[in-house]
């Protein structure tokens, strides 16, 4: 052990200035002035940006920029501490960012898909910006769109984000490798920097993780990249903890690495030079888009950019697709292609070694650069959007917040349960006897919304898997997450962290224990209590 004594550290960074260390509430340089393989010295560099009483997030860091700053998340905040040694607010509006990453000039986060966050991104920071998510006095502002979006399929949380550093990692130094908490897998990143704002790709690759990977890094003398990795919330890992290895094998790379995006299509830049045959019949692609959309709701559905009040994916038509001039790079020519929060290409292609292959793409094309010009390729379509504009719901108007249901009745038995942190209702048992008048409030003291469903006998399982399905149900959030089922006898709606809700129902008249549940997404699994009637 080399040192010891801090509060959940979860960041840290070595460089010729000394081994740094990101707890809940400070920055510590540590100093074994002895060289006994022990700290002897742990030196305050900087706590100004204080610490906060809630367990559901953490601070997360640490990534340094050339200028020496070190840029780390906290809560809703983005914070940067100067090599000064004070924090400043870099952004807000961001939720869980586990991810944190980048490169000397940029700085990136990786919120959690939920309120206010439509899907899975990665955020290249902007000082001043606003992501989304409002901070616990509501306040927020116009939101700015992340680097790219990182769709359900292949990612529904993200652990972190890591630079290719070496030589020995095939093709792909300087670029970034993603790596899923949730999923166990990672995938490349690409950035494009040639349009008005930059933006970003994924493209997956081969390997998964036994546990939700969260960190990686690449070794200093084999040059491999090494992850690590733990089983916890929302992830789908089958071990408890893993440490592994990904290495190089020394053979050709067919995946894309690199990307831009035109008003008439998308530039797609391959590790190996292409089959010509094969790249230029458009059987052999697939593309389609989507968008999503910020809202109070866990996450978002997918809806048609082409009918908004529909859901689901666009195809995409593909004119025609070019072999440029390297052999090594495509122009995907989608004349009709407009601004949107994600795009699709599937691609089956063939090296010039005569290696066929499968390979996806996908991006958030919401900042084109100028009409791409080669021979053959249609006239440029004026009139289109160069910019993205977000989809964004509006909020409902309410001069005055409900905050009971039910017909009050004279001399009912009133009860008490508090949503608690960590997913947790503090009264897990009620009484009452069959028919009794009762008025059940629910105050909820944590940090995220809750809501509280009163069900028949047996119906957990049933009604939070419907709970979870509703993630697709655009009124989802107006809805409260509750199914319509017989099984569901009553609830209580999903209220706000710091408020309370009051229910006026009479008890089922037939004896039994009676489950209530939050089927706020993923909370039935663990915030449960009875009640039970006797």
């Known amino acids: 052990r080399f040192a010891t004594g801090f509060n959940q550290p979860v960041g840290i960074h070595i460089d010729d200035d000394g081994i740094f260390i990101l707890d809940r509430g400070q920055i510590y340089r540590l100093h074994d002035q002895n060289y006994d393989g022990e700290v002897d010295f742990y030196e305050n560099y900087a706590n100004d940006f204080g610490g906060y009483?809630?367990?559901?997030?953490?601070?997360?860091?640490?990534?340094?920029?050339?200028?020496?700053?070190?840029?780390?998340?906290?809560?809703?905040?983005?914070?940067?501490?100067?090599y000064d040694r004070k924090t400043v607010l870099q952004g807000s509006g961001v939720r869980n960012c586990m991810g944190i990453g980048g490169a000397n000039d940029y700085f990136w986060v990786a919120p959690q898909e939920g309120t206010w966050t439509p899907a899975s991104a990665i955020i290249e920071v902007n000082r001043g910006e606003f992501y989304g998510l409002p901070n616990k006095d509501q306040r927020s502002g116009t939101i700015a769109s992340p680097l790219c979006f990182i769709p359900r399929g292949i990612e529904n949380s993200t652990g972190g984000m890591v630079q290719v550093t070496s030589e020995k990692w095939g093709p792909f130094k300087g670029d970034h490798i993603g790596i899923s908490y949730g999923s166990g897998i990672h995938y490349l990143i690409l950035r494009?920097?040639?349009?008005?704002?930059?933006?970003?790709?994924?493209?997956?690759?081969?390997?998964?993780?036994?546990?939700?990977?969260?960190?990686?890094?690449?070794?200093?003398?084999?040059?491999?990249?090494?992850?690590?990795?733990?089983?916890?919330?929302?992830?789908?890992?089958?071990?408890?903890?893993?440490?592994?290895?990904?290495?190089?094998?020394?053979?050709?790379?067919?995946?894309p690495r690199g990307f831009q995006v035109h008003e008439n299509g998308i530039r797609i830049d391959f590790a190996t030079k292409l089959d010509s045959a094969e790249t230029t019949k458009l059987t052999n692609y697939f593309a389609q888009s989507w968008n999503y959309e910020y809202a109070k709701r866990y996450g978002s559905p997918e809806f048609s950019a082409k009918n908004p009040k529909s859901l689901g994916?666009?195809?995409?038509?593909?004119?025609?697709?070019?072999?440029?001039?390297?052999?090594?790079?495509?122009?995907?020519e989608i004349p009709s292609l407009e601004p949107v929060m994600q795009l699709h290409i599937r691609m089956h292609l063939k090296g010039q070694d005569g290696h066929n292959f499968k390979t996806d793409i996908f991006a958030s094309p919401m900042y084109p650069s100028p009409h791409f010009k080669a021979e053959g390729l249609a006239p440029k379509q004026e009139g289109k959007p160069t910019a993205i504009s977000l989809r964004i719901a509006k909020p409902k108007n309410s001069d005055q917040k409900v905050n009971f249901s039910g017909e009050p009745t004279e001399g009912a038995i009133a009860l008490t349960v508090d949503a608690i942190?960590?997913?947790?209702y503090k009264q897990t048992e009620l009484t009452a006897i069959p028919g009794q008048a009762l008025a059940i409030t629910l105050r909820n003291t944590d940090v995220m919304p809750h809501n509280l469903v009163i069900l028949n006998p047996g119906k957990i399982q049933e009604v939070g898997e419907a709970s979870f399905k509703m993630l697709n149900d655009p009124k989802a959030g107006e809805k409260s997450y509750v199914p319509d089922l017989p099984s569901v006898i009553t609830h209580i709606p999903v209220i706000d962290p710091g408020t309370g809700y009051?229910?006026?129902?009479?008890?089922?008249?037939?004896?039994?224990?009676?489950?209530?549940?939050?089927?706020?997404?993923?909370?039935?699994?663990?915030?449960?209590?009875?009640?039970?009637?006797r």
Request: proline share 6%; aromatic share 12%; with cysteine.
């Open 53 to 82: 009483d809630r367990s559901h997030t953490h601070t997360f860091g640490l990534h340094r920029t050339a200028d020496g700053a070190f840029n780390f998340t906290q809560r809703e905040s983005i914070l940067r501490t100067g």
């Open 192 to 255: 494009d920097d040639e349009g008005s704002r930059p933006q970003g790709a994924v493209v997956p690759l081969e390997g998964e993780f036994i546990s939700g990977s969260m960190r990686g890094a690449f070794h200093p003398k084999d040059g491999q990249l090494y992850v690590v990795g733990l089983d916890g919330w929302g992830d789908y890992s089958i071990e408890d903890g893993c440490f592994h290895r990904v290495r190089y094998i020394d053979k050709p790379v067919y995946k």
């Open 313 to 332: 994916h666009d195809p995409v038509k593909i004119r025609s697709v070019k072999l440029l001039r390297s052999q090594e790079s495509i122009f995907v």
């Open 421 to 424: 942190g960590g997913l947790q």
């Open 502 to 533: 009051t229910l006026h129902f009479r008890a089922p008249k037939q004896p039994g224990d009676y489950p209530y549940i939050c089927t706020y997404p993923g909370h039935w699994q663990a915030m449960r209590g009875v009640l039970k009637v």
